[in-house]
T-cell receptor
Framework: DVKVTQSSRYLVKRTGEKVFLECVQD?????MFWYRQDPGLGLRLIYF???????EKGDIPEGYSVSREKKERFSLILESASTNQTSMYLC????????????FGSGTRLTVV | RKEVEQDPGPFNVPEGATVAFNCTYS??????FFWYRQDCRKEPKLLMS?????NEDGRFTAQLNRASQYISLLIRDSKLSDSATYLC???????????WGAGTKLIIKP
């Protein structure tokens, strides 16, 4: 089974801190995604990547950046954390762009105080 | 109007009952449709794809109505373990983006 591992399950950071969320997948998938999930809003795409060193903005990229230096690792960076970035962050990977087979990590619940 | 809309619930249903969820989507160019299941404080997991002719997987049946732009999920003989949030997902062929509904919460009671 594909495994997607997110480095932290729970994280508490202060406003203004730079925050790194790490995601690693072990099945050589080219496609990786970062979502945030908030009550009543569904999953919203922040950034995605279809290849190493490649990144594209999703629906809500403001306040975030990403890094994909290696195929298996996709990092989400909050340049200066703010309280409205308190959320559940979910990383996913998939075999091809049109697939339904997204595999998610277990999520990182980030609280910014 | 949201691109993918679901009744948030919760649906409180007795064990053994049949329950149905609907999901509407706004973009008629949407081509692929899915149901995901998400347990409390867990990540979403694919439950089933939705095919044009309708499809069944055990107690679960998915239907697609393109004319009315809605998708349905039917769960028969519901079990306590079916309690979860069910997410409707639409794939946009134009850019291969997944659009997610906010989910319908289902609670099965003994």
């Amino acid at each position: 089974d594909v495994k997607v591992t997110q480095s932290s399950r729970y994280l508490v950071k202060r406003t203004g801190e730079k925050v790194f969320l790490e995601c690693v997948q072990d099945m050589d998938h080219e496609n990786m995604f970062w979502y945030r999930q908030d009550p009543g809003l569904g999953l919203r795409l922040i950034y995605f990547s279809y290849d190493v060193k490649m990144k594209e903005k999703g629906d809500i990229p403001e306040g975030y950046s990403v890094s994909r230096e290696k195929k298996e690792r996709f990092s989400l960076i909050l340049e200066s954390a703010s309280t409205n970035q308190t959320s559940m962050y979910l990383c996913a990977s998939s075999y091809d762009r049109a697939t339904h087979g997204y595999t998610f990590g277990s999520g990182t619940r980030l609280t910014v105080v | 109007r949201k691109e993918v809309e679901q009744d948030p619930g919760p649906f409180n249903v007795p064990e053994g009952a049949t329950v149905a969820f609907n999901c509407t989507y706004s973009n008629s160019a949407s081509q692929s449709f899915f149901w995901y299941r998400q347990d409390c404080r867990k990540e979403p997991k694919l439950l089933m794809s939705v095919y044009s002719s309708g499809n069944e997987d055990g107690r679960f049946t998915a239907q697609l109505n393109r004319a009315s732009q809605y998708i349905s999920l039917l769960i028969r003989d519901s079990k306590l373990s079916d309690s979860a949030t069910y997410l409707c997902v639409v794939l946009m062929d134009s850019n291969y983006q997944l659009i997610w509904g906010a989910g319908t919460k289902l609670i099965i009671k003994p």
